[in-house]
């Protein structure tokens, strides 16, 4: 099956930016993801998306899913769960590993559903 890829542009801009300030993500009370690397995402007129360095999550908190979507901007989205003590949050976190060139900045950082978790954008 062919995809569409679609090139951001004014109908459909999207940015990505340093954050510039610390980021804190939580999954109730324990602490999986903290940093000061991380990327906002804006696109179109959608709620800015935080994505962190792979490398700044608790890699003990994270379990790779089957579950994959795709994107015609961003690309193929693979997908993680996040293990607490209550239970797994299934699919709670994605990542672009090969993002398309509009967004290439993303590779190497996840983003969290923050209907899941609680992604917090502090002063450093």
């Given at each position: 099956m062919t995809k569409t890829v679609k090139i951001p542009g004014p109908d459909h801009p999207i940015t990505v930016e340093p954050t510039g300030k610390r980021v804190v993500v939580k999954a109730g009370d324990?602490?999986?993801?903290?940093?000061?690397?991380?990327?906002?995402?804006?696109?179109?007129?959608?709620?800015?998306?935080?994505?962190?360095?792979?490398?700044?999550?608790?890699?003990?908190?994270?379990?790779?899913?089957?579950?994959?979507?795709?994107?015609?901007?961003?690309?193929?989205?693979?997908?993680?769960?996040?293990?607490?003590?209550?239970?797994?949050?299934e699919n709670a976190v994605w990542t672009y590993e090969h993002p398309y060139d509009a967004v290439s900045q993303i590779a190497g950082h996840v983003a969290f559903y923050t209907d899941r978790v609680t992604v917090s954008v502090e002063e450093a």
């Amino acid at each position: 099956m062919t995809k569409t890829v679609k090139i951001p542009g004014p109908d459909h801009p999207i940015t990505v930016e340093p954050t510039g300030k610390r980021v804190v993500v939580k999954a109730g009370d324990r602490v999986i993801a903290d940093t000061q690397n991380a990327l906002t995402l804006q696109e179109a007129s959608y709620a800015a998306v935080q994505y962190v360095p792979l490398s700044a999550v608790d890699p003990s908190a994270l379990e790779r899913t089957d579950h994959e979507t795709y994107c015609p901007f961003k690309g193929d989205a693979s997908y993680y769960s996040i293990l607490t003590p209550s239970g797994t949050l299934e699919n709670a976190v994605w990542t672009y590993e090969h993002p398309y060139d509009a967004v290439s900045q993303i590779a190497g950082h996840v983003a969290f559903y923050t209907d899941r978790v609680t992604v917090s954008v502090e002063e450093a």
